[in-house]
């Protein structure tokens, strides 16, 4: 079975079927919050991405953590094969003069 998840319109976390608050502008435009947090900050017009735990903030700041985990065991993994190769070639050239 799939379940339609969308989106909150302030902190953009995932809202599942049957919850969230719905709220309809006067201009018929539709808002879907997650929370009463998310919608009275929403009322209030503060900006989301001033917010640390909003995923706009997250994202303009760079803190994805899955991606940010990838990038640090490709860097390891490059650091490491520096090391074996420089230690590599210092052995040869240390032998060659002897």
């Known amino acids: 079975m799939v379940l339609k998840t969308e989106l909150c319109r302030f902190s953009g976390a995932k809202i599942y079927p049957g919850k969230g608050i719905r709220f309809v502008r006067s201009d018929s435009q539709v808002f879907l919050f997650a929370n009463s947090k998310c919608k009275r900050y929403f009322h ?3 900006k989301p991405s001033k917010l640390t735990w909003t995923a706009m903030y997250r994202k303009q700041h760079k803190k994805d ?9 490709r860097l390891l993994h490059q650091e490491a094969l520096l ?12 032998e060659k003069e002897v």
């Open 44 to 46: 209030n017009r503060l």
């Open 65 to 73: 953590i899955a991606a940010e985990a990838v990038k640090k065991k």
């Open 83 to 94: 090391k074996v190769y420089s230690w590599c070639h210092t052995g040869s050239d240390s």
